[in-house]
């Protein structure tokens, strides 16, 4: 479980960086346009056998009966995969933060610092008048509480899953 716990640490500005990217996607989202749609079926070749079962036999015809309609089904799954994973990170990201707030005494404070704030050892260790290596176990138990966190937060979402 530390690991995950050590992941979401390593990775977290990463992840409020892609979060900030999906939502400027989200609120600025065109889609593919008519005529890239048009483009890609004009330029497509059907593979395997041809065998014809209409009786329109032009590909100008045929693209023009359902581009809007293939155009409108790309965009729609496009856009709610885009939601879908903004919705996800954003709650993995509320959870490890509250988590982080929830820690016990200096916990709290030196693990925001160390992970949201991106301080350096020697920085947090100036600024709580401690050791590197005081640092170090604050950071350490900081994990074991975490764990803690997640096996319980785990636990809960299993059991609404279940009911």
Excluded at 4 to 32: A, H, S, W
Excluded at 43 to 66: N, W
Excluded at 152 to 161: F, P, Q, T
Aim: charged share 30%; glycine share 4%.
């Amino acid at each position: 479980m530390s690991e995950r716990v050590e992941k979401l640490m390593r990775e977290y500005p990463q992840m409020k960086t892609e979060v900030k990217c999906l939502e400027n996607q989200i609120r600025d989202f065109r889609g593919i346009s008519e005529t890239e749609m048009i483009e890609s079926m004009l330029y497509s070749h059907p593979e395997g056998e041809r065998v014809q079962t209409s009786g329109v036999s032009d590909k100008t015809a045929r693209i023009a009966i359902s581009y809007r309609e293939k155009m409108e089904r790309i965009n729609k799954e496009w856009y709610d995969y885009l939601e879908q994973k903004y919705l996800l990170l954003s709650e993995e990201l509320r959870f490890f933060e509250s988590a982080l707030a929830s820690l016990s005494g200096n916990l709290s404070g030196v693990m925001r610092d160390m992970v949201i704030d991106g301080l350096t050892y020697d920085a947090i260790a100036s600024k709580y008048f401690v050791s590197r290596t005081m640092v170090v176990k604050y950071r350490r138990r900081a994990i074991v509480e975490l764990d803690k966190l997640y096996a319980a937060h785990d636990a809960e979402v299993a059991a609404y899953i279940l009911n």
